[in-house]
């Protein structure tokens, strides 16, 4: 069971980075100047994102306030946020590499 709370600790301190990694790359993201259609895209989909990052910020902090830091259901509820703020990264990844591609 020790290695599970383990598990459980190292996903939940590795979704914390990678939600801080979102935060910088949203703070690029919104730094960056668009013109005309592009902009309005890349507005709506970082508008999208953020509340996605929300969503996912208020469910680790739950995760983090849990009493209960044990057993396979916490683990797989720790995992899948872990994947969610990947996927959301990589989502803001590539726009802001369209954003930039775009100021080339």
Partial sequence: MDK??????????????????????MAKARGARLENSAAAQ????????????????????????????EGPDFVKRVECLKGLLGSVGLQLEQLLAAVFERQK
Avoid: K
């Fill in 4 to 25: 599970m709370i383990d598990l459980a600790e190292q996903h939940i301190l590795e979704s914390a980075s990678r939600l801080r990694h979102i935060d910088e790359m």
């Fill in 42 to 69: 890349a507005d709506a989909r970082l508008r999208q994102l953020q509340s996605d990052r929300d969503r996912l910020a208020h469910e680790l902090e739950g995760l983090q306030r849990s009493p209960r830091r």
